[in-house]
């Protein structure tokens, strides 16, 4: 177990000035609040505490974030309160330790809707005091080295959980070390055969690998010695799940992975940098498209190194980083650590440049709403990697990895990215959706005609250029449903013998839309266009009480009374909706007699799907709504079929001729040979419902030379 005085010893090597005698005192009130308490492990639980505050003294905190350490459980599992806390060690501590208390209390296996609105006040945590997130990182890790103790289920949990969130955002803090450390810890519990595979590996091979690392660094020693160089240089062997992404990535067996062995060349100044950069490239060949200057143009974590992969001795890749001191303390130990707190005050990610990626979640976590939308990019967001593209006039802009021209018109600004037309990418005419490069030059055109489209989403990757993008569709949506719903109630007003009209501009209808506990008249008529109240109940407010009329108006209307566009609409009944616009999916025809589900499209009434259709897996479960066949005519409805047979004389005439005694008419058809010398046959055919469509296919399986007969649908 680690001890005070370790912790004491770290903090003064990094500042001798600091206020030890708070530090001892918040250890001092954790032994007290933690007396008695036990980890699974069996240690004392302030074993725990203890190794949080110790690896914050190593990222270098400052004295409050450290006594937040050695606290940060007191108020969850303690008789402590944060009044307590802020009577002892002060409103700077207090807050530090309640926003890790939250943090604490958030589930992330719960529902996604749940999980997206703990990470928005984990943000807005972050956002508040940069270091409730590093002392939940420090927290994190230690519980990540003392998993074994958990049942295994709980492990995979909390593993993927930490891969998911926290991993990408110890990244965007410069966190490495801590970064590293919680890929592999979670590696371990996730995919334990392949972590023990790559282990052995390692420990089976880690003798020649040394020998080779010491003989590579004598190399890099000689030549710099030569040149009047002098650098401090480290050897290692990549990180496992470092090894294991790339085996995925470049889908390669562990004997096939070369480049695991990576140099770290640290000297005084930028001018050493690409001094030594141009020795190693003389002296192996680089590999190209390996090269990276994160010095001129550093991450957003600020990290800065170059970066090259050269063939080194024995024809094996290696990877070699080339930093200043100050660069390599930064890459360790993260920004905050460095700098952000030398003055002991609360510092917020608003204030501080470097942390432009946290501002703009808070900017789109307002105003994204869909809940699977938000995780969907969150994630995508922290775990991107970057490129750096440059506009016109030489500004540089940071943008994630296979980025487009519209992702770069809404970096510029949200009116540029609305109104692009199109783009040119160094000085070519480029489509919307092409990936930018590091050091693509782009120009976006303008058209304020030009709106946001919706295929743009499919290719945008900025939370901002999606967030924008929705928007607008969501806002055109909203006014197309008005519009529909607007129609809806004018139609049916007539029928009831209700003048909407009149309605409208005596505003009556804001007492309705009070009554369904809307806020505008605008909610209510948006309401009707999705489909979500049906014109009858909105009308059924404005006529008269049922004692006050003969007979009921209302329940004498029937959805299949009125006239509609689609010929077969009025076959359908929608359990709990009348009088909507309803419409057949193409892609599966459904007949009377299949089992069917409605699906709400937004501003465009209901389509309606067999129950089995392949496409309804992938719609939204909260559009889908209970649909039956009600009162249908004997009339024809499209259906298809699919015939494969042996290419015979007379087959197609057999067919055809069958489904003429059947009563099927053949609207359309296509047929080609196949590759085996069978015919292959699709018809569209008319039929009054799913009993008579099947009748006809069991009777087409009794031709001769029929080797399938099946009902298609244009999924397949």
């Not at 196949?674 to 009794?702: P, W």
Request: net charge negative; aromatic share 6%.
């Amino acid at each position: 177990m680690i001890r005070i005085q370790e912790i004491l010893d770290k903090v003064t090597e990094v500042n001798p000035e600091a206020d030890v005698a708070l530090i001892q005192k918040a250890y001092v009130f954790s032994a007290a609040a933690h007396a008695g308490q036990t980890r699974l492990s069996g240690e004392p639980y302030l074993s725990h505490p203890l190794s949080v505050a110790y690896r914050l003294a190593e990222l270098r905190m400052d004295e409050a974030t450290i006594c937040a350490g050695l606290l940060h459980d007191t108020v969850e599992d303690t008789s402590a309160s944060i009044e307590d806390i802020d009577a002892q060690f002060g409103e700077e501590v207090a807050d530090i330790v309640d926003g890790v208390t939250k943090i604490s209390l958030m589930t992330f296996d719960s529902k996604e809707e749940a999980q997206a609105e703990n990470i928005r006040k984990m943000i807005l945590a972050m956002a508040e005091d940069l270091r409730v997130l590093i002392v939940k990182l420090a927290d994190r890790l230690h519980n990540m080295k003392t998993l074994d103790f958990q049942k295994a289920h709980k492990q995979k949990l909390i593993a993927q959980e930490t891969l998911d969130i926290y991993v990408p955002l110890a990244n965007r803090l410069g966190l490495h070390r801590i970064k590293l450390e919680l890929e592999d810890l979670s590696f371990k519990y996730l995919k334990p055969d392949i972590f023990n595979s790559i282990s052995d590996w390692l420990d089976n091979n880690r003798q020649s690998g040394s020998e080779y690392m010491e003989r590579v660094m004598d190399m890099i020693h000689k030549i710099l010695e030569e040149n009047g160089l002098h650098a401090k240089i480290k050897g290692r062997l990549k990180h496992r799940y470092s090894i294991y992404r790339k085996m995925l990535q470049q889908n390669l067996t562990l004997d096939q992975v070369h480049d695991i062995i990576a140099f770290r060349v640290i000297v005084d100044d930028v001018r050493q940098c690409y001094a030594i950069l141009g020795l190693v490239h003389a002296m192996w060949k680089p590999v190209h498209g390996r090269f990276k200057d994160y010095i001129s143009m550093p991450k957003a974590n600020m990290y800065q190194s170059l970066h090259t992969t050269v063939v080194g001795p024995e024809a094996e890749r290696i990877e070699i980083q080339i930093r200043t001191h100050e660069m390599d303390q930064l890459a360790e130990h993260g920004l905050a650590s460095h700098w952000l707190y030398k003055e002991g005050a609360k510092v917020k990610a608003k204030d501080v440049k470097q942390f432009a990626w946290l501002r703009e979640l808070l900017d789109w976590q307002k105003m994204e709403s869909d809940s699977r939308e938000f995780m969907r990019t969150l994630k995508y967001d922290l775990f991107k990697d970057e490129v750096y593209v440059f506009t016109p006039k030489g500004s540089v802009i940071e943008l994630p990895e296979d980025a487009s021209p519209v992702d770069f018109a809404y970096a510029i600004h949200t009116q540029v990215g609305d109104h692009c037309s199109g783009a040119k990418v160094n000085g070519k005419l480029v489509p919307l959706s092409t990936p930018l490069k590091n050091g693509d030059t782009v120009e976006i055109i303008t058209d304020n005609n030009r709106h946001p489209s919706r295929d743009w989403i499919k290719f945008v990757k900025t939370a901002k250029a999606r967030t924008r993008i929705n928007h607008y569709i969501r806002t055109e949506e909203r006014t197309r449903s008005i519009s529909l719903g607007k129609e809806m109630l004018e139609k049916q007003g007539r029928r009831l013998g209700v003048n909407f009209a009149k309605v409208l501009k005596e505003g009556l209808l804001e007492i309705v839309a009070e009554d369904f506990s809307l806020k505008s008249v605008e909610d209510l008529l948006s309401h009707v266009g999705y489909a979500r109240l049906t014109p009858q109940k909105v009308l059924r407010k404005l006529l008269p009480k049922p004692e006050e009329q003969a007979a009921p108006l209302v329940e004498e209307v029937r959805p299949q009374d009125a006239q509609r566009k689609n010929k077969h609409a009025e076959s359908i009944s929608i359990k709990g909706v009348d009088d909507v616009l309803v419409r057949f999916a193409k892609c599966c025809n459904p007949v009377p007699g299949d089992a069917i589900v409605g699906f709400i499209s937004r501003g465009r009434g209901v389509t309606v799907h067999t129950s089995d259709c392949s496409n309804v897996q992938g719609l939204e479960a909260e559009r889908l709504i209970p649909v039956y066949w009600d009162g249908f005519e004997d009339k024809p409805y499209p259906a298809r079929i699919r015939i494969v047979s042996k290419n015979v004389v007379g087959g197609l005439s057999r067919v055809s001729t069958l489904l003429a005694e059947e009563n099927v008419n053949i609207d359309s058809g296509t047929f080609h040979s196949t590759v085996d010398g069978n015919s292959e046959i699709e018809l569209t055919v008319e039929v009054r419902d799913a009993a008579h469509l099947y009748q006809a296919i069991d009777k087409l399986r009794t031709l001769p030379g029929m080797l399938e007969v099946v009902r298609a649908s244009s999924a397949e």
